[in-house]
């Protein structure tokens, strides 16, 4: 095996040897001590990220495997973003009672992360489908983790049978793409499909199929229906990581594959229209509905739908600048999310309750987890000088020079809708008080892997806002790798 | 030829009839066996496209190892009788009014663009005659190597969830 084929599969054999050590090590350790497993994962994690940023670096964009996976810096950039996901994750997971004293739970974490690494780089459906698969499962499990809990259960069959669902459509997608065009491969559908006498209409039934796959996954409406259920009843950490690095995944496989093998030149039917549309339903419908959530996880669902809805923006503009933006903005949002999240973890670890109205009095009973909401929300909102803003700055920018004013529009009436209830959170946060108690009776204590992770995402967020031209031009030559 | 396309309508019919035999059928065992008629006649289909291999493949792991696990599945839990179930008013209507659409689909594509099935490309090489099981293993661990090792992956990924969600933890109520 010649160096750069196992530099293209580094961080994913890393993570399986990983998997694996906590396997054979957790039984080894006494029950009180299980909770290492976390710091184990996390600490391992983190040594994964610095090996492959020092020895997994792509050059050239090189297909390795037989043509399965494409090494380039786009799936790089996204491999890197899933592992930092991971390892805040595991740091999120390890209070959470009956998850985070399981072995099991940390090795489905890496399984499901490893099988995101594939999603972006698969370049051949074979694969493709496979890495998607090896992604979703143990997401399933780890949404229905905690048996005993009705609601854990019932979101972990709601997010296996839309899932098993929506991958069986999607493969009857793939079947018909390998039908028309005789290969699996991405890079050999595209000249095929430049080339083949596939009539426009079989052609947009066939990336209709593909799409409502890759819809799951990003939550797209209309198939977005699993996701406030199935992020409310899972274990809160477990619900962050689907809305953030499994929703990146699914960004990542839509990019490679309208980009590359239902590219716009030549014969190629033009789909740009059906996904504004679909851009502009999501994040209405995510917004809108959004402000009638009375639980903080079934708002934090509505409203990672809409943001689902903005990402599309940065696809449909269909340009190097449009996909720069699209990365740019995954980077700001699973930062924002996974810190929104785990916000959600902590108080309801405490407090026993996902209620919005239960969050009165926040900012007396722990100033500083108020304060790392304000950041959250805040960016999550759109306002600078967080994350958040700069992103939908780009997005915006990239669907106005691909002369799709209209759709720019109606994504900044849309953030101005998501500005007046991530407000109506904060209001509570730190203008309610709570009824006829000293809030300061009642401290919300952080526990350091709590801490750690809020720290790091909260000063991500301020770092993104602030210092955005590093990620920027990274993320731009991660776009690059698709033009 | 003709007797590949006779071949082929009357096992297309078994198919589609022991299919819908599993579904309708109250009795959980004789959906199982059903399902097996099914996994045989679909591995009859490869025959005729000229891939033995699978179609060997179909009737020992499908038919034979899997169908029995389901039926030893079934027997043990005594679940043969479903319950009855209550059936939704809106249910059947709009199964109707699918499955005209469906027709319709099948009609229009059968009758008026019969012509494009043309456009249906082969794949570049047949690599699954049973005479060229070597290729077919060469396929499998050459350019197929990653998929095939993710898949012992997924596989054991997907034994540890079952056990995780069926598995009690010690000092848990039953």
Same mark, same amino acid.
Request: aromatic share 12%; proline share 4%; no cysteine.
């Given at each position: ?483 | ?90 249910? @059947? ?19 008026? @663009? ?20 070597? @290729? ?31 598995? @009690? ?6």
């Amino acid at each position: 095996m010649n160096p750069t084929t196992f530099a293209a599969i580094l961080p994913e054999v890393l993570l399986l040897v990983l998997g694996i050590l906590i396997l054979v090590v957790e039984p080894f350790w006494k029950e009180k001590d299980r909770r290492n497993t976390g710091w184990l994962t996390f600490g391992g994690l983190l040594a994964i990220l610095v090996v492959s940023l020092l020895a997994g670096r792509p050059g050239e964009p090189t297909s390795v495997f037989g043509g399965t996976i494409r090494f380039d810096w786009l799936g790089f950039f996204f491999k890197m973003l899933f592992i930092f996901a991971a390892a805040m994750t595991s740091l999120f997971m390890m209070d959470v009672e009956k998850l985070g004293r399981r072995g099991e739970s940390y090795l489905l974490l890496l399984a499901s992360t490893l099988g995101m690494n594939l999603m972006a780089s698969a370049s051949d459906l074979v694969m493709l489908y496979l890495a998607i698969e090896t992604t979703s499962i143990p997401l399933y499990v780890l949404s229905g983790f905690i048996v005993d809990d009705e609601k854990s259960t019932e979101s972990g069959f709601k997010y296996l049978l839309f899932g098993a669902m929506t991958s069986a459509v999607m493969l009857y997608g793939f079947s018909l793409l390998f039908g028309f065009t005789g290969t699996t491969n991405l890079y050999e559908i595209a000249a095929a499909v430049a080339g083949a006498q596939v009539s426009t209409v079989t052609a947009l039934g066939v990336i209709a199929l593909v799409l409502v796959g890759i819809g799951f996954k990003v939550s797209l409406v209309p198939f977005h229906f699993w996701a406030p259920d199935t992020y409310e009843g899972a274990p809160t950490p477990v619900a962050g990581f689907l809305s953030t690095a499994s929703k990146a995944a699914g960004f990542a496989v839509l990019v490679r594959l309208f980009f590359i093998a239902f590219a716009k030149n030549g014969l190629a039917p033009d789909w740009t229209t059906g996904l504004a549309a679909l851009a502009t339903l999501t994040m209405t419908l995510g917004n809108l509905v959004a402000m009638t959530q009375t639980n903080i996880k079934r708002l934090l669902a509505y409203s990672s739908i809409a943001h689902a809805g903005y990402v599309m923006i940065g696809v449909v503009a269909f340009s190097n600048l449009g996909v720069t933006s699209v990365v740019f903005y995954l980077i700001a949002y699973i930062l924002t999310n996974l810190a929104a999240f785990g916000i959600v973890a902590v108080f309801s670890r405490v407090a026993g309750s996902d209620k919005i109205s239960d969050y009165a009095g926040l900012s007396r009973r722990s100033p500083w987890l108020a304060m790392a909401m304000l950041v959250a929300f805040l960016s999550l909102a759109g306002m600078p000088p967080f994350g958040g803003f700069v992103a939908k700055v780009f997005v915006f920018a990239a669907a106005v020079k691909s002369d799709l004013v209209w759709l720019a529009v109606v994504g900044v009436i849309n953030s101005i809708l998501g500005v007046y209830y991530y407000l109506t959170v904060l209001k509570v946060v730190y203008l309610y008080r709570m009824e006829g108690e000293a809030e300061e009776s009642h401290p919300i204590p952080l526990t350091r892997p709590y801490g750690i992770a809020l720290v790091v995402l909260s000063l991500g967020v301020l770092l993104i806002g602030t210092l955005f031209a590093p990620w920027f031009s990274a993320s731009g030559a991660a776009a690059l790798n698709l033009f | 030829m003709t007797v590949d396309l006779i071949l082929f309508l009357i096992l297309a019919l078994v198919a589609v009839a022991t299919a819908a035999g599993m579904l309708f059928s109250r009795n959980a065992v004789y959906s199982a066996l059903f399902l097996v008629l099914n996994f045989a006649s679909i591995a009859v289909f490869y025959l005729l496209l000229g891939a033995p291999f699978i179609a060997m493949a179909q009737i020992t792991v499908y038919a034979g190892a899997i169908m029995v696990l389901f039926l030893f599945v079934i027997m043990l839990l005594g679940a043969e009788q479903l319950a009855p179930i209550k059936v939704l008013p809106w249910q @059947r209507p709009l199964a109707i009014g699918l499955a005209a659409v469906l027709v319709a689909e099948t009609a229009y594509l059968l009758i008026l @663009r019969a012509k494009p099935a043309a456009d249906i490309i082969p794949p570049a090489e047949t690599v699954n005659t049973l005479g060229e099981l070597q @290729r077919l293993g060469m396929a499998l661990f050459n350019q197929y190597l990653l998929p095939f090792e993710v898949t012992s992956i997924l596989l054991l990924v997907a034994m540890v969830g079952a056990i995780v969600l069926t598995k @009690r933890e010690k000092g848990e109520r039953e």
